[in-house]
């Protein structure tokens, strides 16, 4: 060990401490795990740096949120609209149908032919 000065040590004194951390390197990752690095006075003189930087992750997270809301609110539009159009379709096409068989019938009465829309389809007769 090294040599004794009263009641201490060589090893014991705060500058041999010191050499003692110096050999296993200096390292801001164990600083800052003991919390050496961050004292009161660092948050003192970056308050407005720090609140800063608070408000702009809360605003981000609110933008992200509001921009969540609004995609789920675009895709069940989209499906609504989606839905919309397929029923337009099938309206329009009952629509066509319907005019097509007006002018059938107005055509017929013109012509003066014998023909009547049957409302219900024909039957078959099965003959045993």
């Known amino acids: 060990m090294g040599r004794k000065k009263g009641n201490q040590t060589e090893t014991d ?3 041999a401490k010191k050499k003692k951390e ?3 390197g200096y390292s801001w990752v164990n600083e800052f795990r003991y919390g050496r690095s961050i004292s009161v006075e660092f948050f003192k003189s970056n308050a407005w740096l720090l609140l800063i930087i608070v408000v702009a992750v809360i605003g981000l997270i609110g933008l992200r949120y509001k921009t969540k809301t609004k ?15 397929s029923n337009k ?10 005019i097509r068989e007006t002018e059938m019938r107005r055509m017929v009465r013109e012509k003066g032919l014998p023909l009547e829309f049957q409302e ?6 099965i003959d045993d």
Do not use: H
Not at 120 to 125: A, G, K, S, T
């Open 13 to 15: 004194t705060p500058a």
């Open 22 to 24: 110096n050999k296993g």
């Open 71 to 85: 995609m789920s609110e675009i895709k069940r539009l989209n499906t609504e609209l989606a839905r919309a159009e």
């Open 89 to 98: 379709l099938q309206e329009k096409a009952a629509y066509m149908s319907l």
């Open 120 to 125: 219900q389809p024909p039957y078959e007769l």
